[in-house]
Nanobody, 114 residues
């Protein structure tokens, strides 16, 4: 059974930082591409960042220079370091693992507000 469990979300003031983690089980983690998506109320889910099994990373233009995706294959975990957070980053953040099939976590809420 595949499980992706996110943690690290919460309420933070503008300019603050959070680190999201996603622990995977039930898959051979090292061969999967991993990604973080987010969905704000009333908006479509969007790809925030992804990292290939080789470690090549992609970041959405609006988060470049502020967010960093990384992975630790020894811990079966992918991270999203989020710095200089803005109110428009408020969303539910979802972990995703994919090769031919996509697997999703349950999501973690990130709220950026003063």
């Amino acid at each position: 059974q595949v499980q992706l469990v996110e943690s690290g979300g919460g309420l933070v003031q503008p300019g603050g930082s959070l680190r999201l983690s996603c622990a995977a089980s039930g898959i051979i983690f090292s061969i999967y591409a991993m990604a973080w998506y987010r969905q704000a109320p009333g908006k479509q889910r969007e790809l925030v960042a992804s990292i290939s099994r080789a470690g090549n990373a992609y970041h959405l233009d609006s988060v470049k220079g502020r967010f960093t995706i990384s992975r630790d294959n020894a811990k079966n975990t992918v991270y999203l370091q989020m710095n200089t957070l803005k109110p428009e980053d408020t969303a539910v953040y979802y972990c995703n693992a994919h090769i031919a099939t996509h697997y999703w976590g349950q999501g973690t809420q990130v709220t950026v507000s003063s």
